[in-house]
C-alpha cells in the first residue's frame, strides 16, 4: 500500500522545486505586466480576464483580487472575469461555439487600450485562441499564462504582448505556478498604485 504521507511530501517538494527554480525567469515578465495593467488602469481602461477549468477559477480569483482587494486596503480596480458570468457562456456555447464563448465577450465589452489576461495550461485551448485573437483586433495588449511550450498562442502573441510561461507538462503544478504568479502580480500593481517599497 502506497505511502499516503511520502505521496503528499513528494508533492510539496516537487511544487516548492518548481516555483524556486521558476523565481528568476517569471520576475521580468510579472513585473512588466503589472506595469502594464497599472498604465492601463491609470488612464481608466480594464482587465478582462479568461480561462478554462482551474485557469477559468483563477482568472475569476485574479478579478476579485482587483475588484477588492490583495493585501493592502485601496480602492476597486477595473477586471471583469470572463468565465464568471454562466447564462452568457451557455448562451454562447449554445448559439455559436464554445470556442466563442470568451472571444464574443471581448468583441463586446473590450475597448483599445484594455489589457486581455489569458491563461491556458496547454496554450492550445481554442476559445483562448479566439480570446486573444478579438482583444488584439479590438486594440488591447495581452498578458498570456500557458505551460509546456507555449502551444499555439506564441503564435498570436507581438512584441507588444507578454508571455508568461511554465515550462513544465504536469497540468497541477502549472496551476500552481498561477497562483503565485497572480498573487505576485497582484503585490506589484498595489507596489506601482500605492507606492510600496
Do not use: W
Not at 2 to 15: K, P, Q, V, W
Not at 124 to 134: D, E, G, M, R, Y
Not at 141 to 158: H, P, Y
Amino acid at each position: 500500500m502506497t505511502d499516503l504521507n511520502t505521496r503528499i511530501t513528494a508533492h510539496f517538494e516537487e511544487s516548492g522545486r518548481l516555483k524556486l527554480a521558476l523565481a528568476e525567469l517569471l520576475a521580468s515578465p510579472i513585473a512588466s505586466s503589472a506595469e502594464i495593467i497599472v498604465q492601463a488602469l491609470l488612464n481608466e481602461k480594464k482587465i478582462l480576464t479568461c480561462g478554462n477549468g482551474g485557469s477559468a477559477s483563477s482568472a475569476q480569483y485574479f478579478a476579485s483580487r482587483m475588484l477588492n482587494r490583495y493585501d493592502l486596503e485601496r480602492p476597486g480596480l477595473a477586471a471583469i472575469a470572463l468565465p464568471a458570468d454562466i447564462s452568457t457562456l451557455t448562451s454562447i456555447a449554445n448559439d455559436s461555439h464554445f470556442e466563442q464563448v470568451f472571444a464574443r465577450q471581448i468583441t463586446a465589452l473590450g475597448h483599445h487600450g484594455d489589457i486581455l489576461l489569458a491563461l491556458s495550461t496547454s496554450g492550445n485551448s481554442s476559445n483562448i485562441l479566439q480570446a486573444i485573437s478579438a482583444a488584439k483586433d479590438s486594440g488591447m495588449q495581452v498578458i498570456a499564462l500557458s505551460g509546456g511550450d507555449g502551444g499555439d498562442l506564441m503564435e498570436l502573441l507581438t512584441d507588444d504582448d507578454i508571455h508568461i510561461g511554465v515550462p513544465h507538462e504536469h497540468p497541477a503544478r502549472i496551476q500552481e505556478v498561477y497562483i503565485l504568479t497572480l498573487h505576485c502580480l497582484c503585490d506589484a500593481i498595489d507596489c506601482l498604485l500605492l507606492g510600496v517599497n
